[in-house]
């Protein structure tokens, strides 16, 4: 008898002592991530070919206290390697952990490697082979804090490799971690069982392979202890063919049914190629669908959903993934009452989109990632129940009937104005604190930052259901919804950049197009609470020399040469912006040496600057202390400075048109005299209606020479 430790994944160490004592083993005991047992060579060649929990098996050959690599080198030359393999065959050293003194895993690898050959050199034995690619057996080591454990592979390669599976569809779930999703799930092999998005079909053919008690090893071609002294050929060749007889009876004694939807058909296709190899193809039946639009197979009275749905935003948006769960939970409870579910995600308030209570849930982990798997009895629907999908889905029903009575009226308006973007929510609600624009058919939601008096999860929950009511009740494409968080900053760039997709959209804006980003930025490339300011300098600009400072993307360029002006000149520190505000002139057909492009800090520029003009327009930040900027920028502090700056460059019937964001901004209009200005203040003109509960979202002012 040897002393073993099965590796697992953390909260699956009791499930395995119950599928270890089921392969008879009377003495398991779990620890961190693994069991703790002694066997036979009988029973551990049947525990590495039956086990469909655990990810390896190491037979302990050493325990010991390590504070540093002298007691890790130590340790392993006090093991008599010899009597376990010969030196004619190659190994390699898997080492796990870290500790104060051995800081490297690499270099722990090393010292037992070092061990190791030493063991066999000292006895004048040739010494053996290191190989990572096709070593014939692993040395293990595990090192946490001052506690080691060194042991055999008994399996070579992870467990999980059952030889089914060399494709895999998006995120594919382990196979060990697939039969522990499978045995918690409710399922019992007489019942049929049904994965709406299969994917690779991992869950499936492993609730497959448990039915027809099929061994998950029986398809493996080599294991790590082959290469030991003590094998046992002839005691390994019978359990094997022992194994191969069962797996082939087995699947023929299988009654449950299997059902595979994914919406994708090559993913389909490599799971019905994953099922065949596995050798239970005949036993699942796959087809093509999508989860939201589920129905009931025939024969699945009493089955069993069983589920691993994508819950990383590397598999789609948030919102989208909001929608998925949403319309499967309403699809489950229309379509499949009286049967059971068990889905599996990393995002718990993914899983509350679903609206079902779970009867059950566990804690354990994907990797490094930690999950949860919740399981549900879904009712059976009352005689007479009529309740549509979209009252059984109803969320939010304060925010959402707030949102259908805005889109009503300021639909209609902006309809009526000609717009494709506006915005129709702006925190109307506290607790719902977001702002909701649509840009064509397109929604995107701002997230302000929640009061650190709000828990995270209450806010995270709030956002959810702000989420799928918006969907709902605009009727929207959850792949169009963008969701962006907003912070308040200090300091730092004018503009966030969020990310890199470059996707431009064309958008119409009284008469003129501007192309908007929804994505790569935390602004979209266009104010939208100055449209009317930018119709207003459109009627001003005729036969001006128009100046537009802090430009951002030239929008108001574009309405001002539309609205036919003389020259343009437009001023801004980014190269990136300054090429945008281009492509919006050029798709306007706003194109020549009358139209100038600065690149420059704006304040500089304007000290320097010698030229004239009729119309400008000037909108700063409320702060900036931008790395490429001399000196802060306050617009309450500075302001007086650069009106100094703008009277020289105003010609005597010129107009300045300055606006900014900052609350409760103050105009000394007595400073303004002195310099021989005066300022009219035109803020609840410039107010859009889709912004009329928002009366501070900026202040614009005209300013002209004083009479």
């Known amino acids: 008898m040897n002393q073993y430790l099965a590796v697992t994944s953390n909260g699956l160490e009791n499930l395995l002592v119950d599928e270890l004592t089921q392969l008879g083993i009377s003495n398991a005991k779990p620890v961190q991530a693994g069991v703790k047992f002694k066997a036979s060579n009988e029973q551990i060649y049947r525990c590495c070919l039956w086990s469909r929990l655990a990810s390896r098996f190491v037979r302990i050959v050493s325990e010991f206290t390590c504070q540093d690599d002298m007691d890790l080198y130590l340790a392993t030359t006090a093991v008599n390697w010899v009597n376990h393999f010969h030196s004619s065959k190659k190994f390699v050293v898997d080492f796990n952990g870290t500790n104060r003194e051995i800081r490297n895993s690499q270099y722990g690898a090393m010292k037992v490697k070092d061990g190791v050959v030493d063991c066999f050199t000292k006895k004048n034995l040739p010494r053996p082979s290191i190989s990572k690619e096709d070593a014939d057996l692993r040395i ?46 409710g399922w019992d092999t007489t019942k049929p069982l049904l994965d709406p998005m299969c994917g690779s079909g991992t869950l499936l053919i492993e609730a ?31 359990i094997k063919s022992e194994a191969n007889v069962q797996a082939r009876r087995g699947v023929k004694k299988v009654d449950a049914k299997f ?24 036993l699942i039946e796959f087809r093509l669908g999508d989860a939201a639009k589920l129905t009931r197979p025939q024969e699945f009275e009493n089955g069993v959903i069983v589920c691993n749905p994508p819950y990383g935003e590397r598999l ?21 009452g009286g049967c059971q579910a068990s889905i599996f995600s990393s995002d718990d308030e993914l899983l509350s989109c679903l609206r079902m209570r779970a009867d059950k849930q566990f804690k354990l982990n994907n990797g490094a990632l930690p999950c949860h798997q919740k399981n549900y009895s879904i009712s059976q629907r009352a005689a007479g129940d009529v309740t549509t999908t979209a009252q059984a889905s109803l969320v939010a029903p304060d925010f959402a009937n707030r949102l259908k009575k805005n889109i009503n009226k300021i639909g209609k308006w902006a309809k009526r104005e000609g717009l494709d973007c506006y915005r129709i929510y702006d925190a109307d609600l506290p607790e719902y604190n977001v702002a909701i624009d649509i840009y064509l058919d397109h929604l995107v939601i701002q997230e302000y930052a929640a009061p650190k008096d709000i828990p995270e999860e209450k806010a995270k929950r709030r956002l959810t259901d702000i989420i799928r009511a918006a969907i709902q009740v605009l009727d929207m494409d959850a792949n169009n919804v963008v969701l962006k968080v907003r912070e308040k900053k200090k300091g730092t760039s004018q503009y966030q950049k969020l990310g890199q997709q470059s996707e431009m959209m064309t958008m119409h804006e009284y008469g003129v197009k501007l192309l908007v980003n929804l994505y790569d930025y935390l602004d979209t490339g266009v104010f939208l609470d100055h449209k009317l300011t930018r119709r207003r300098l459109g009627e001003m600009a005729s036969g001006k020399d128009f100046l ?80 490429r900027m001399e000196q802060t920028f306050d617009v309450q502090r500075d302001h007086l400075n650069v009106f100094t700056h703008l009277k020289r460059l105003l010609r005597p019937d010129g107009t300045i048109v300055f606006s900014n964001n900052k609350r409760h901004f103050k105009m000394d209009l007595d400073g303004l005299a002195e310099l021989g200005l005066e300022a009219t ?26 009479a």
């Open 208 to 238: 497959a392979m448990i039915a027809a008690n099929m061994a998950p090893g029986v398809k493996r071609q080599s294991w790590g202890f082959e290469a030991l002294e003590d094998f046992e050929p002839e005691l390994w060749a019978e």
């Open 316 to 336: 789609g948006t948030h919102p989208g993934l909001i929608a998925l769960y949403t319309a499967f939970g309403a699809q489950l409870k229309s379509e499949f």
């Open 259 to 282: 059902y595979g939807y994914d919406n994708d058909p090559r993913v389909l296709e490599t799971a019905k190629e994953n099922a065949r190899r596995a050798g239970v193809d005949e």
């Open 140 to 185: 293990h080591v595990r090192l946490h804090r001052d506690k080691a454990i060194l042991g055999i592979d008994m399996v070579g390669g992870g467990l999980h490799l059952r030889g089914y599976r060399p494709k895999s569809g998006r995120a594919p779930l382990r196979e060990t971690l697939a039969a522990a999703i499978v045995s918690r799930s």
């Open 681 to 706: 203040n035109i803020s609840s003109q410039t107010l859009p209606m889709d912004f009329g509960r928002n009366k501070q979202i900026h202040n614009c002012w005209i300013v002209k020479h004083k």
């Open 548 to 627: 537009n400072l802090f430009a951002y993307t030239g929008s108001a360029t574009v309405h001002a040469a539309v609205g036919g002006a003389r020259s343009t000149t437009t001023v801004d520190m980014s190269k990136t912006y300054l090429n945008w505000a281009k492509d919006n002139m050029q798709l306007n057909g706003q194109v020549g040496r009358q139209h100038r492009y600065e690149q420059a800090d704006c304040l500089q520029w304007l000290e320097q600057s010698k030229d004239e003009y009729d119309l400008i327009f000037i909108d700063p930040p409320t702060f900036s202390n931008s790395k």
